[in-house]
């Protein structure tokens, strides 16, 4: 689920962090700039690990910073395709269910990609798998494993806010949730052991 990654950049520090040590300044920096931030084709930066080299400091003019060339590795999420994972169901609708994370929320079970025999209930808003014996209930909220089959990257330009100053927050909010995520996973409940957990204890 987690990989290290190496990275190298030209790192800005700024005057009132020359009172730092020049690892927890850049540290700081690192963080600030990567922690939870999509890198496309890398995945979802999550901090900093450690730093390799740290080269000497330059000065632009007209610029008070120090830019450091500085080479690290930080701790990456980017499950591998074929992982086992858990998560909470977030939504369901009749496309399929979407699940989130303690700190992820970009996660999508495709209808094809449930148990065969399961059905979206509109009703309840649910997906309900029907075996022989038993109607199995997927609901908002229900702890689920899923496996993971396809990671997705967008190449996002800058977001635009709605410029409606009207916009009430519930529809604000509706036009955040229609944004394509930098990064995204596709998962399945399809074999033994996924699906909700409640099922297999």
Not at 10 to 30: G, M
Not at 60 to 78: C, M, N, Q, S, T
Not at 123 to 149: G, P, S
Request: proline share 5%.
């Amino acid at each position: 689920m987690f990989v290290l990654s190496k990275f190298s950049d030209l790192i800005r520090v700024k005057p009132q962090d020359f009172n730092k040590s020049t690892s927890d300044a850049l540290e700081d920096e690192i963080n600030t700039k990567y922690a939870n931030k999509v890198v496309q084709n890398v995945g979802l930066c999550i901090c900093l690990y450690d730093i390799h080299t740290i080269d000497e400091g330059l000065i632009k003019p007209g610029d008070g910073a120090v830019y450091i060339k500085v080479e690290f590795r930080l701790i990456v999420f980017r499950p591998f395709v074929g992982e086992i994972l858990e998560g909470w169901i977030s939504s369901c609708s009749e496309d399929g269910i979407r699940v989130k994370m303690e700190f992820f929320d970009d996660v999508f079970i495709p209808k094809e990609y449930l148990f065969e025999g399961s059905v979206f209930v509109p009703k309840e808003q649910a997906w309900v798998w029907r075996t022989e014996d038993n109607e199995l209930y997927m609901d908002t909220n229900e702890k689920i494993r899923f496996r993971i089959e396809e990671e997705q990257f967008h190449d996002l330009l800058p977001r635009i806010a709605p410029s409606n100053p009207n916009l009430k927050p519930d529809e604000a909010s509706e036009y955040s949730a229609n944004q394509i995520p930098p990064y995204a996973l596709i998962g399945s409940c399809q074999s033994d052991g996924v699906g909700l957990i409640s099922w297999w204890e």
